[in-house]
């Protein structure tokens, strides 16, 4: 009876593991056994016959078919070999933390699958593995010695798992592998438990024992300055270990010349004093196949008496205009009392860390940020002693900054276009006051953004008006604004024009909606000369959330039209941003909507939709991209829309770009190409005919620039540093193009200095 109630169980486990899905441990499949298809399990019978041979598992679903690998490798150790802990946890497992088993299921009646412990394992590339066919659990002596365990094995060649119960000596012998490799090269093994206790699993082997794997420790100080000569050192490998095998010897070689100056050492233990020097001191271990490992451990013996190296460096050319391309020969850098220079390190942007670090003394580097550039050099010899100096390269060109509206709480979000044409266009910014809760707006003197007037409020401060707005111009470049104002139920949901192209008046505000606080966050645009607006509703009144489009009467904006649905939300999830765009559709645009969403507290990815028609009666099925973006923007790139954004809920958001398959934006590539680890707020526009993405460093809080590389942005630039620093939190970012220039603004947030400040090139 009892056996039948360990079959049946095993049974029972695995068809749990066969519908198991979800992420796992780096470089899992995301969902291993997703989509089996379920039937009825096999009978008592079968399963019994299961358990003593690896008969066929009729009746139980099909293991996954998974994408054909494009090449296949000789597998690594790691490769083989699984620790304890290291299992599948996005797979079915039980009792199992980390590595330990903890398994009540043997001894009294009743238990069930829930009183098993048991996790899944995964190899990769056994196919091509020609050493000794076996799987191997090696179980740690601290815990209780296992007298029940099984093991399943993913037979992909007949499409089932195969049972096994582990001998004693818990090596299984296969007759291959081959046939447990899935399409794309990987293996799993289901480890199971059914004893009571507590069991730890040290690791999970495929094949023969690994090289031995190298733990070294010494006793040098963590400041390597502390090292004096004469020093002695103590070295320990004993934590060194073959899984699989057993380490039978250590040799240590004090120099690192090549010569064994200790042989046969049984213990893993060294001890050795050494003069002033360096030295790269190599320990070798050799286990019971005769396999070898070693380890080096380099380190500095330091000379009381060294002196610090002299640093020196030539620059050529030492000024010009932007980008300037600049050779550097640190040739010239010396070291006294016999010693030498080890290593040349170079901060080119303005002391945020070292750039280039090399053992030569030669670097090159491009500098676009005009003015002074300090170039700091810092040269560390043998004996780690440094010395640094700095000289200037000075540009007559390139990027500048200067402030645009000093002493602002400004908040959420900056909005920018270019007014007027030909030589009359000038970068705009509107931007909400948080402390005077009213709208603002400010006009470029120059096409540069090298000079700023000062700025007007659009609407009346004796309203709590101009929340999160977004701007764009009408025909002849006149500027229209989209905003929130305090009302009944959050903010309502208005739009004020400029008189003229140059901002000297403003119409009478047009009220879009009301009562539904869509003015907490929406996007305009102008749309074959009609003013649109996206907003996302932050209320869900009608119990899902949604993103609607509204489309003006007239081309002034003056009176609105009832919204259209553009996006519905599946139960349980809330669009929390929204930007609206422009598709290409023949002659004509078609609206484009991109709308950052969230499942719960977890931050989940974007839709983007495209509209049939400029009214937005009728909207395409959206594509879902993962990542969640609220910082981003539409461009057009080559005659199709394209999407740059970055996340937002993590520490360091990633940026994220994607171009349509199409010019309408109705068809979208699978993943998105990322251009920045870090990019906490960003902007792309479209300059030469090519987008560029500038985007703040999360790390470094400097403004970076990567460029397409082609004009269907294929490809990314290396990142280019457009200024050095944008404040101690993360800004709002915007930008537009005036007469084939860039033109940015962003918020400078640092201690009680606040402002907006603008960066162009001049």
Not at 345 to 365: I, K, N, T
Not at 383 to 400: C, D, I, K, Q, R
Not at 472 to 492: C, E, M, N, R
Not at 638 to 644: I, K, L, M, T
Request: hydrophobic share 35%.
């Amino acid at each position: 009876m009892y056996d039948q109630r360990i079959r049946a169980a095993l049974l029972l486990l695995i068809c749990c593991c066969l519908t198991a899905c979800g992420g796992g441990r780096e470089g899992s499949p995301t969902a291993l056994l997703a989509g089996a298809e379920q039937t009825q399990p096999a009978t008592l019978g079968e399963s019994a016959a299961l358990l003593q041979e690896p008969a066929d598992l009729a009746g139980l679903p099909q293991l996954p078919l998974e994408a054909p690998r494009s090449s296949s490798a000789p597998p690594s150790d790691a490769d083989r070999l699984c620790l304890g802990e290291e299992w599948e946890n996005a797979l079915a497992s039980n009792k199992v933390a980390g590595d330990l088993f903890s398994p009540e299921f043997a001894g009294a009646a009743g238990r069930d699958l829930s009183d098993a412990a048991y996790a899944i394992y995964r190899f990769s590339n056994l196919a091509d593995y020609t050493g000794k066919k076996q799987l191997v659990l090696g179980w740690s002596a601290a815990g209780d010695t296992p007298q029940d365990v099984r093991v399943a094995l993913s037979n992909y060649a007949l499409g089932r798992w195969e049972w096994h119960s582990m001998p004693a000596g818990m090596k299984l012998p296969l007759s291959g592998f081959a046939d447990y490799v899935s399409p794309a090269g990987n293996s799993y093994a289901m480890v199971v438990s059914l004893d009571n206790g507590n069991f730890i699993l040290d690791y999970v082997l495929a094949g023969g024992s690994t090289l031995p794997q190298m733990q070294v420790t010494t006793d040098l100080d963590q400041d390597p300055l502390k090292n004096i000569a004469p020093r002695v050192v103590s070295f320990n490998a004993s934590g060194s270990r073959s899984y699989g095998g057993s380490i039978v010897s250590f040799d240590f070689d004090w120099e690192g010349d090549g010569i064994w100056d200790v042989e046969g050492n049984l213990d893993g233990l060294g001890i050795h004093e050494f003069s002033a020097g360096n030295y790269d001191t190599t320990v070798r271990a050799t286990d019971n196949l005769g396999q070898q490992s070693s380890h080096v451990v380099s380190f500095a013996a330091i000379d009381p008496a060294n002196t610090a190296p002299t640093a020196s460096f030539t620059r050529s050319p030492e000024s010009g205009e932007g980008p300037l391309t600049v050779q550097f020969d640190a040739s010239g850098s010396s070291d006294g009392m016999g010693g030498y220079i080890t290593k040349y390190e170079w901060d080119f942007a303005y002391g945020g860390g070292y750039e280039y670090v090399s053992d030569s003394p030669e670097a090159e580097w491009t500098f676009t940020l005009a003015g002074a550039n300090q170039v700091t050099l810092r040269v560390t010899d043998n004996y780690l002693a440094t010395h640094s100096v700095t000289f200037p390269v000075t540009l007559t060109e390139g990027w500048n900054t200067q402030g645009i509206v000093g002493n602002m709480d400004t908040r959420y979000r900056l909005a920018m276009c270019t007014s007027g044409t030909g030589a009359d266009a000038r970068a705009c910014v509107a931007f909400f006051r948080f402390d005077a809760k009213d709208l603002c707006f400010v006009r470029a003197i120059t096409a540069n953004g090298s000079t700023w007037a000062g700025y007007s409020n659009p609407v009346s401060t004796a309203l709590d008006t101009g929340f999160s707005p977004s701007m764009d111009v009408l025909p002849g470049g006149i500027p229209i604004i989209a905003y929130g104002q305090s009302g009944a139920s959050g903010y309502d949901l208005y739009c004020v024009r400029a008189d003229d192209f140059a901002a000297t008046g403003w119409s009478a505000p047009s009220k879009i909606d009301a009562g539904n606080n869509y003015g907490i966050g929406s996007s305009l645009r102008v749309i074959n000369t009609i003013p649109c607006v996206a907003v996302f509703d932050p209320t869900k009144s009608s119990g899902s959330s949604y993103v609607l489009y509204f489309q003006a009467n007239d081309g002034m904006g003056s009176t609105w039209k009832l919204p259209q649905i553009a996006l519905m939300a599946a139960p349980g999830v809330d669009f929390e941003s929204v930007t609206l765009g422009r598709a290409t559709d023949g002659l004509f645009r078609d609206p484009i909507i991109a709308a950052g969403y969230r499942n719960g507290l977890e931050y989940k990815g974007t839709y983007i939709t495209s509209g049939t028609n400029i009214d937005g009666t009728s909207w395409d099925e959206p594509a879902v991209l993962d990542g969640w973006t609220t910082r981003g923007n539409f461009v057009d790139v080559n005659g199709r829309p394209a999407y740059a954004g970055s996340e937002l809920g993590k520490t360091d958001p990633g940026g994220f770009f994607i171009r349509s398959l199409d010019g309408d934006g109705n068809a979208w590539p699978a993943e998105q190409t990322s251009y920045a680890g870090s990019a906490i707020a960003n902007v792309c526009l479209v300059v030469d005919g090519r987008p560029e993405i500038y985007y703040q460093d999360g790390p470094t809080s400097r403004l970076l620039r990567v460029r397409a590389g082609d004009d269907n942005a294929t490809s990314w630039s290396e990142p280019e540093l457009v200024w050095n620093y944008m404040g101690e939190y993360a800004c709002e970012l915007n930008g537009t193009v005036v007469n084939g220039m860039p033109v940015l603004a962003y918020v400078y947030w640092s201690g009680n200095t606040r402002e907006i400040r603008c960066v162009s090139w001049y």
